[in-house]
């Protein structure tokens, strides 16, 4: 029993000592680990410090984000208000576009019409659409179809040869029975401007135009005019007229057109009172009121926009 204690004794100190030497400090086990680890450790912290030059991989990500959350805040709101901003004024485009084309009837602005060009006595600017002869020699008297019931009256247009000559006329006349749509009865002095008289018919294209004028509207009551009846004419527009309405009531009263040009009131509704001139454009000019003075031409000082 002696020596197996002995024997068991010495087996423990072994142990012991066994254990002690490897949890001594400086164990080469114990540096490798630590020394595996502070690289490590390291290179994580340089990896989370920003990099002054951007140049690394691991800072470029989280900057990119970073640009990425701070610019859509602002580019998504400014581009926003663009787009509307610029709605608007494409709406109100084709609104002023869908206006001018209800408004102006046959004869559009910016549509280049073909026909041809003959000539007739024009006795001073006198014809179809009442107009009093004023010396003015350049006019010209539109095709059946094309005058639409007087809506071309007074309108400018500037009508181009086929050798490149151009003259501007005022329609003051309708060109009956055999002109075509498209075609032009131009007085003797406006054709001349075009070709030879002797040409006698002429093809041409020609297209509505908004002139420079130092005229202003004028506006007159027809013979036989009262407070219970009247006819009114509007004379000088530079632009061609789409409506004249007078005031009836606290209303505007639109009146029809008669296809001597003359806008008709039969009721005897707003004879005397404000009227409301709109030309083919959509512009809108209020004139006070005017008294009932048959064939009288009375100025308003005022003409409608240039286009």
Same mark, same amino acid.
């Given at each position: ?8 004794s ?41 990099? &002054?030059?951007?140049?690394? !991989?691991?800072?470029?990500?989280? @900057? =990119?984000? +970073? ?5 859509? %805040? ?67 008297a ?25 003259v ?7 060109? &009956?029975?055999?002109?075509? !749509?498209?075609?032009?009865?131009? @007085? =003797?002095q +406006? ?5 030879? %008289?002797s ?90 009121a ?18």
């Open positions: 029993m002696s020596k197996r204690w002995l024997f068991l010495a087996a423990a100190v072994l142990i012991v000592v066994s254990l002690a030497l490897v949890l001594l400090p400086g164990d080469k086990n114990s540096e490798d680990v630590t020394a595996e680890a502070g690289p490590a450790t390291t290179a994580q912290t340089a990896t989370n410090s920003p990099s &002054p030059t951007g140049t690394s !991989p691991a800072s470029a990500t989280p @900057s =990119a984000h +970073a640009s990425d959350a701070s610019e859509k %805040p602002s580019v998504t709101p400014s581009a926003r208000p663009t787009a509307a901003s610029a709605t608007p004024s494409a709406a109100k485009a084709r609104q002023q576009a869908a206006a001018t084309a209800s408004l102006a009837g046959r004869i559009k602005p910016g549509v280049t019409y073909r026909g041809v060009a003959t000539f007739y006595d024009a006795d001073g600017g006198g014809g179809a659409c009442l107009y009093d002869p004023d010396g003015d020699v350049l006019t010209g539109m095709n059946t179809a094309d005058y639409e019931s007087s809506k071309a009256c007074g309108a400018y247009v500037l009508v181009h040869a086929a050798g490149g000559a151009t501007t006329v005022r329609i003051t006349n309708e060109c &009956p029975g055999d002109c075509a !749509p498209g075609q032009i009865d131009l @007085s =003797a +406006a054709f001349a401007k075009l070709a030879s %008289p040409a006698g018919r002429i093809p041409i294209t020609w297209n509505l135009v908004s002139p420079s004028t130092t005229d202003t509207i004028s506006i007159r009551y027809k013979t036989g005019s009262t407070r219970y009846w009247c006819g009114i004419q509007a004379i000088g527009h530079r632009n061609p007229l789409a409506r004249l309405e007078v005031l009836a009531g606290g209303t505007w009263r639109q009146l029809p057109r008669a296809d001597y040009n003359y806008f008709l009131s039969e009721s005897g509704s707003g004879c005397g009172g404000a009227i409301r001139l709109t030309d083919i454009y959509g512009e809108r000019l209020t004139l006070p005017l008294a009932v003075r048959p064939d009288v031409v009375q100025s308003t000082g005022l003409q409608f926009a240039r286009h």
